[in-house]
């Protein structure tokens, strides 16, 4: 079968001046901050219609979708509405996606809000049973500052990206967006960012395709329960991709790597699911046998947990470096 796309030498990339240009305000179609819902089916209604190759405007709320403000405090948590959790906008219906194809989404843009917050729910993180009070902290950002004060002395780089990013399950239920999914969902993969091009597989149709959940700042598991919880704006192609290489679950690269994910119940059964589907990205798309491909995932490619709290999932992630692909 094809490839999900032409072989990734020849995929063009953002460079330093179309960032520049991108810089100014473009005029695309755009759903704002009320244009959104926080479960998943193949029954919500769409908030906007677009053909394919079209860059949509999302603006997101936090995670919380406004229960928390820069003044809040520790108290806050514990009255949280978990039931408003994850106000994802959208969904958008894309022309011509239909079930079995492939939803390319570029990230050509991701900004973070003004504010944001870290915090420590009771009862939900990977030390629940050690951590049991509630925790906040607030930030607010310099636009000209790449880093946020954690604490005195500490430093941490901005690196925004959509926790949340998925399509419709074939579902008329709706499902709970907290774990990670064949759609999508909450993947908490913070390599996310500007410039990756994440794959979807399609269930229905027009996709459905929803964003939000912005984090300014995540490290590899967010074994808290939580990043630094942003609003957020990103400006996403949508691209309808028939005839390629099928995929069961999300798959993205970036310039340097191409990547696979997986969800489980646990990390053993992610990181297997995670293995054979990078197995099958070197056979279908790199042309080695699966013996081959096998050895080659042992000494170049990388396991990774991408999030370890959003039960009853956890998604690990596996990536290869594209510069081992030569043209001799």
Known sequence: MGCLQPPEDDVARPTAESSDAQAAPRDLPTLTREQTHNKFSRDIEPRLRVPSGTTVRFETEEATDGQLTPDSTAEDLLTVDFDRVHPLTGPVF???AEPGDVL???????????????????????LADEFTEPYLRTYEFDPDDPDVRFLDGVRVPLRPFPGVIAVAPDTSERLNTIPPRANGGNMDDKDLTEGAIVYLPVFVPGALFSIGDGHAAQGDGEVCGTAIEIPMTVEAKLEVIKG?????????????????????????????????????????????????????????????????????????????????????
Request: hydrophobic share 40%; net charge negative; glycine share 10%.
């Open 244 to 328: 390629g290489r099928s995929i069961k679950e999300p798959q993205y690269e970036h310039a340097g790597y191409y990547a696979v994910t997986a969800f489980g119940t646990d990390l053993d059964q992610a990181g297997r699911k995670a293995t054979r589907y990078m197995l099958d990205y070197l056979v279908e798309d790199r042309g080695l046998d699966r013996t081959e491909a096998y050895a080659l995932a042992s000494v170049a490619a990388d396991l990774k947990i991408a999030e370890v709290v959003d039960l009853p999932h956890m998604l690990v992630t596996m990536k290869i470096p594209k510069d081992i692909f030569v043209r001799e």
């Open 104 to 126: 390319k989404v570029t990230l050509e843009r991701v900004e973070a809000g003004g504010w944001g917050w870290n915090g420590i729910l009771p009862g939900f993180s990977y």
């Open 94 to 96: 894309v022309e011509g």
